[in-house]
Nanobody, 124 residues
């Protein structure tokens, strides 16, 4: 069982930045591939970014590529998501997820554990 807690959400202006973080409870954190997903009002959940167990491989949705950066600190059991050049379309609840799979995936069904989410609002 892994408990995930997101933090760092809030209000940002277009073009601004926010840094989300996901803290995991499990000591064997490095056994999980990690991902970030988001869900905007009235829309389905969508993939944002994922990172492999070691942190050596990352994968991004086209909509955030070049603007968002996912990383991980296996010593601290955290997965930050740095979000730059924010756009109003980035407004959503952002969720952290953990997968026991060996290959990082953009498919939410491949993830076993989910956090409660943190709200990100981009507006002037």
């Amino acid at each position: 069982q892994v408990q995930l807690v997101e933090s760092g959400g809030g209000l940002a202006q277009p073009g601004g930045s926010l840094r989300l973080s996901c803290a995991a409870s499990r000591r064997t954190f490095s056994n999980y591939a990690m991902g970030w997903f988001r869900q905007a009002p009235g829309k389905e959940r969508e993939f944002v970014a994922a990172i492999s167990r070691s942190g050596g491989n990352t994968y991004y949705a086209d909509s955030v590529k070049g603007r968002f950066t996912i990383s991980r600190n296996n010593a601290k059991n955290t997965v930050p998501l740095q979000m730059n050049s924010l756009e109003p379309e980035d407004t959503a609840v952002y969720y952290c997820a953990a997968s026991t799979g060996w290959v990082i995936s953009q498919n939410g069904h491949e993830y076993n554990y989910w956090g409660q989410g943190t709200q990100v609002t981009v507006s002037s």
